[in-house]
Structures are given as structure tokens and as C-alpha cells.
T-cell receptor, first 116, second 112 residues
Framework: KAGVTQTPRYLIKTRGQQVTLSCSPISGHRSVSWYQQTPGQGLQFLFEYFSETQRNKGNFPGRFSGRQFSNSRSEMNVSTLELGDSALYLC???????????????FGEGSWLTVV | QKEVEQDPGPLSVPEGAIVSLNCTYSNSAFQYFMWYRQYSRKGPELLMYTYSSGNKEDGRFTAQVDKSSKYISLFIRDSQPSDSATYLCAMSWTGANSKLTFGKGITLSVRP
């Protein structure tokens, strides 16, 4: 069974540009979450989607947005990139959006974004 | 005060040592507790999860939750060099709109 797949794995962008990251969840998983990981702040929740609807959102500015498609694949977009956006962006998938013992969250390997 | 605090490390131990990793939290609504292991340049992988208080054992790993003290621990027995990684605690309330809140992680190095 394939895991969570994220593309691209590595990318370098210039300040002011925008970036789109893609995530394919595990087959059958309908919930997709996005996290930002930095050395200073650790793993921080960005947002969660289920059945193409954003169900939960973290404390990030509006430059960070996402969407989910009917096949559960998800994209996140960061506009007007800042140096501080350099981070590992992790996608996670689960069967549904309710965190219960039977609904484990699985992470992809992440997309490393460097803003110069 | 952050919702989840984790010892910052790093931690270096000799092979075969017993390792104790700890997190404290402030949100009494948390009921679902997890430990993730993250190897360098990889995504986190779920190691252990515990629902509510108590202990859970899986091979060399034991997860412990003390809700009265708002304290969780992960014990690694007979540590191996392959255990060298960053360990993250994570927790959440259960139900709709629940989301994982992570500790910052501690990097463990097991010396052969």
C-alpha cells in the first residue's frame, strides 16, 4: 500500500514568489492535513481538509491556503514568499477527521522549501 | 506557556542504555497521546499511541501517560544506534475539529 506522497521534495524560491505543493494521501484516506516544520517552532498545524472542505485551520496568515480535490489529493499554496517561510512542509492523511484510536495519522516525507 | 513542552535535548546515550523521553502539557482536554519518530530528512512516523491514561508496551518501547500530572513519557529499552532520530510527542482531544499539537522534538543519538 503506497504511503503519503508529496511533490516536489525540494525546491528553492525567491522572496515574493508563490509556491504550490502537492500531496496524494494513502488510498482510501479522505482527510488531509498540512504542517509546517521549522527548527525554531517545531511542527505547526496549517489546515485540514475533508471531502474538499476545510474543517480546521491553524494560526497562519492568509498567504497560506490550500484545497482538496474530489479524489482526496490536496495542494497548498503560499503566496508572496518570505524568508521565514523556509521550512519542511508535511502532509498527513487519515481515514477521517476525527482523531480516535482507530484513525491513525500518517505523514509524507515532506517538501523542503528554501526561500532566498 | 506553550500547550506542549518537550525537553529540548539533544540527548546522547551509549548503546544498550534505557532512554526516557518526556513531555508536559497544559490542556486538560487532551486524551489522545502519540509519539512519532523522525529520521533525518524524512517525515514523522507513528511509533506509539495511547488513549487516556496508562501504559502501553510495544517491544522495546513503552509509552506512559499520567493525566493527573499532565505528563507523558516514552521509554526505550536496550537502545540501538538505529534508534538515533528525533522523537516528537503529539497530543489531541478526540472528536470533530481535533488536531495534533506537537512538542518541538528531541534528537536522540545512540553511540555504538
Amino acid at each position: 500500500k503506497a504511503g503519503v506522497t508529496q511533490t516536489p521534495r525540494y525546491l528553492i524560491k525567491t522572496r515574493g514568489q508563490q509556491v504550490t505543493l502537492s500531496c496524494s494521501p494513502i488510498s482510501g484516506h479522505r482527510s488531509v492535513s498540512w504542517y509546517q516544520q521549522t527548527p525554531g517552532q517545531g511542527l505547526q498545524f496549517l489546515f485540514e481538509y475533508f471531502s474538499e472542505t476545510q474543517r480546521n485551520k491553524g494560526n497562519f496568515p492568509g498567504r497560506f491556503s490550500g484545497r482538496q480535490f474530489s479524489n482526496s489529493r490536496s495542494e497548498m499554496n503560499v503566496s508572496t514568499l518570505e524568508l521565514g517561510d523556509s521550512a519542511l512542509y508535511l502532509c498527513a492523511s487519515s481515514l477521517d477527521y476525527t482523531l480516535t484510536p482507530g484513525n491513525t495519522i500518517y505523514f509524507g516525507e515532506g517538501s523542503w522549501l528554501t526561500v532566498v | 506557556q506553550k500547550e506542549v513542552e518537550q525537553d529540548p535535548g539533544p540527548l546522547s546515550v551509549p548503546e544498550g542504555a534505557i532512554v526516557s523521553l518526556n513531555c508536559t502539557y497544559s490542556n486538560s482536554a487532551f486524551q489522545y497521546f502519540m509519539w512519532y519518530r523522525q529520521y533525518s530528512r524524512k517525515g514523522p512516523e507513528l511509533l506509539m499511541y495511547t488513549y487516556s491514561s496508562g501504559n502501553k508496551e510495544d517491544g522495546r518501547f513503552t509509552a506512559q501517560v499520567d493525566k493527573s500530572s499532565k505528563y507523558i513519557s516514552l521509554f526505550i529499552r536496550d537502545s540501538q544506534p538505529s534508534d538515533s532520530a528525533t522523537y516528537l510527542c503529539a497530543m489531541s482531544w478526540t472528536g470533530a475539529n481535533s488536531k495534533l499539537t506537537f512538542g518541538k522534538g528531541i534528537t536522540l543519538s545512540v553511540r555504538p
